[in-house]
């Protein structure tokens, strides 16, 4: 059952062009920042943008801050709100049910694809945004004295190049794991209607709430509590040292926020009425 939904999930036209559309916007910014040789002002515009002309190592990091506040979430919203209300409203869902397949098992497989999706579109954009970042700003770092190559931190000291491949794959690692929490309120939406859009559109207007609540402060007694409170702490794996306490917390409350959510997926489809 989960090799069937993993290969379902790559047979999808629709992943494939949410993945294009992923990692396309930092390939057009790079394109226009490779020509202009025009960056962001320090502190304005995406994170990182404005440290890239002098090292494409960074720019997989400004590429995750491209996507992370609309585009990744809005893809893993429509992945995972479509998962059982897709099925449900083509009526595939009763003959899946039909045969010896439990509730269980099938939700299961369906929060393993969603995984597996969120895992390919956050490493793809990484990747790629490498590849693009090197052949278009280059990969010549500063070096120390001791002639190491340095990167410049969001501290302002030098991180070498292993530094910085590790710290972009702790980022790549805690942005997926933010992206589950988006991906779990969708997968429980999807188990209470039977329209795929309206479970999709049901979880960004979650994140939406969540994001215009953060930037309240009549609402600061809610927000260490808020699922997107914490999205942006990954880059505090860029500063020297690493900055853990947002991270620790962000971490924890995304993992409040799957375990519950997932729970109540789990309630509501074990005693869904899909027989009619």
Not at 74 to 83: H, L
Not at 113 to 130: G, K, R
Not at 165 to 183: C, E, H
């Amino acid at each position: 059952m989960i090799g069937t939904e993993l290969v379902k999930m790559l047979r999808r036209p629709r992943t494939w062009v949410s993945l294009a559309l992923l990692c396309g916007l930092p390939a057009v910014v790079a394109v226009f920042l490779g020509v202009t040789e025009v960056a962001p002002a320090p502190g304005q515009g995406p994170a990182f943008l404005s440290a890239v002309l002098s090292n494409g190592m960074l720019y997989p990091a400004a590429a995750l801050a491209m996507v992370l506040p609309l585009f990744l979430p809005v893809s893993v919203a429509v992945v995972g709100g479509d998962a059982i209300a897709g099925e449900a409203g083509s009526g595939m869902l009763r003959y899946l049910l039909v045969r010896p397949v439990g509730r269980t098992r099938l939700l299961v497989a369906k929060l393993v694809a969603l995984v597996a999706y969120v895992l390919l579109a956050v490493v793809a954009v990484a990747l790629t945004s490498y590849g693009i970042g090197v052949a278009v700003f280059g990969n010549e770092p500063a070096t120390s004295l001791a002639g190491a190559d340095l990167v410049t931190s969001v501290s302002g000291t030098g991180l070498s190049t292993r530094q910085v491949v590790v710290r972009i794959a702790l980022a790549v690692l805690y942005i997926g794991w933010s992206m589950l929490g988006v991906g779990a309120i969708a997968l429980f939406l999807s188990t209470v209607t039977d329209s795929p859009l309206g479970a999709a559109l049901g979880a960004l207007a979650a994140l939406v709430t969540s994001q215009v609540l953060v930037t309240v402060d009549a609402a600061a007694s809610v927000h260490p509590y808020l699922v997107t409170r914490y999205w942006l702490s990954w880059i505090d794996f860029f500063r020297d040292p690493i900055l853990w306490h947002d991270v620790q917390r962000g971490v924890a409350l995304q993992a409040v926020y799957v375990g519950l959510l997932l729970a109540a997926a789990w309630a509501n489809f074990a005693t869904r009425d899909v027989t009619t």
